[in-house]
């Protein structure tokens, strides 16, 4: 079964929206999730959160982590098309030799 | 400060070929971990390399190996190439603390194509 499952699949919106990303996860042994951002070819990285961190925040992106419920949030606020990309949640499991499992991703279209 | 560099960028191969995709990690990183990332899917964990052996593999058959160079490369080999292995091929290199991988830094990837 999926370890990670991203939610919605695609999301389409207008230019200055808010968007809500979400991640959620099933692993034996939790040490931290990774927020990427995928808009060609090489994923670039956006955030990391683990135990001691379960808050970040950049710019217009911010992210939280709920360790309890075992899922994640990615928030872009007033989204530019610049923002039009998949995003790719990856959690790191101990359990299995700190593996990363990634999501499927949500593609995200931001349109003029 | 030079990323994380791979090639070829794009090639095409035939069934039953072989292909070996190589990586350069970012400066100051010492383990690389290889990932396929088919179409319209996340990235799939193949293996990981550190201090030159084979750390951990993910649930990918014997047909995909690996070697990491005293340099920090990595070559992922395949062999006998199936039609499904034609995936974006990606490279991540992190700096290894205490056995915790931290945070992945990616290439560009390398297309393969098999027809």
């Known amino acids: 079964e999926d370890k990670v499952v991203q939610s919605p699949l695609s999301l389409v919106v207008h230019e200055g929206d808010t968007v809500t990303l979400n991640c959620s996860y099933e692993?034996?042994?939790?040490?931290?999730l990774l927020w990427y951002k995928q808009e060609k070819k090489a994923p670039t990285f956006l955030f990391m959160l683990?135990?001691?961190?379960i808050e970040k925040k950049s710019g217009r992106l911010s992210s939280i982590l709920d360790k309890k419920e075992l899922f994640s949030i990615l928030n872009i606020t007033a989204t530019q098309t610049g923002d039009s990309a998949v995003y790719l949640c990856?959690?790191?499991?101990?359990?299995?030799?700190?593996?990363?499992?990634f999501g499927t991703g949500t593609s995200l279209t931001v349109i003029p | 400060d030079a990323g994380v560099t791979q090639s070829p960028t794009h090639l095409i191969k035939t069934r039953g070929q072989q292909v070996t995709l190589r990586c350069s990690p970012k400066?100051?990183?010492?383990?690389v971990s290889w990932y396929q990332q088919a179409l319209g899917q996340g990235p799939q964990f193949i293996f990981q390399?550190?201090?030159?052996?084979?750390?951990q593999r993910g649930n990918f058959p014997d047909r995909f190996s690996g070697h990491q160079f005293p340099n920090y490369s990595s070559e992922l080999n395949v062999n006998a190439l199936l039609l499904g292995d034609s995936a974006l091929y990606l490279c991540?290199?992190?700096?290894?603390?205490?056995?915790?991988?931290?945070?992945?830094?990616f290439g560009e990837g390398s297309r393969l194509t098999v027809l």
């Open positions: 390399y550190y201090e030159e052996e084979e750390r």
């Open positions: 991540a290199s992190s700096f290894d603390i205490l056995g915790w991988t931290g945070e992945l830094f």
């Open positions: 400066s100051g990183h010492d383990t």
């Open positions: 990856a959690v790191e499991d101990r359990g299995t030799g700190n593996q990363f499992y």
């Open positions: 692993v034996t042994n939790f040490r931290s």
């Open positions: 683990t135990s001691s961190g």
